[in-house]
């Protein structure tokens, strides 16, 4: 999306025209949605993140300021309620008294129809789980989101170099974990 347009929508949505933030939510809660299924690995988690996004994009669309793009600004929302989500997964998880079935299963319920190969997918779900969360956010990033480094620096806060050697070792673990074909 052009800037300009990105622009004239926030400035429309702060002068009280509705209508614009409903075009900013059409516009990107797909994108939201993908990067957070992508970075927490299940449709639930994914979704309620999504909600919780475009909260956060309604409250907070007053502190943006137009130093990056509003796309640049929204993933680095999304970025960091999913990486606050992941932290919270991995308490809840230690001390939860559910089974590793019971956990299994659930997974296993959430599908994704779109993708031809749905137990690809579900491989990769599998590796991106196995990824520090920071290598993952980095690897989706790049790979799903199609962004160079200096927009994912412009995301995540973190310098090109570091970007690369984390990008760098995320790929050799999705390469050593991912069956051949």
């Known amino acids: 999306m052009e800037t300009a347009i990105e622009t004239k929508l926030v400035k429309r949505f702060l002068e009280g025209d509705e209508s614009a933030f409903n075009t900013i939510v059409s516009i990107y809660k797909y994108k939201i949605y993908w990067h957070a299924r992508r970075m927490l690995g299940n449709h639930g988690d994914a979704d309620d993140v999504t909600q919780e996004v475009l909260i956060t994009i309604f409250k907070k669309l007053h502190t943006f300021r137009f130093d990056s793009s509003l ?6 929302v999304t970025s960091r309620r999913c990486l606050n ?3 919270k997964r991995k308490l809840k998880s230690f001390f939860s008294l559910e089974s590793d079935e019971a956990r299994s299963l659930k997974k296993d319920e ?4 779109v993708f031809e190969s749905r137990e690809k997918l579900e491989k990769l779900d599998e590796v ?7 290598q993952r956010e980095i ?7 199609e962004l160079n480094y200096r927009e994912i620096e412009k995301i995540t806060g973190t310098t090109v170099g570091a970007l690369k050697a984390n990008y760098f070792h995320a790929l050799k673990k999705v390469k050593e974990l991912m069956p051949d074909e």
């Open 71 to 76: 796309n640049t600004w929204i993933y680095q």
């Open 139 to 145: 690897f989706i990033l790049k790979n799903f989101e």
């Open 110 to 113: 959430d599908v994704a129809a």
């Open 128 to 134: 991106l789980e196995q990824l520090p969360p920071k």
């Open 85 to 87: 989500y992941l932290k």
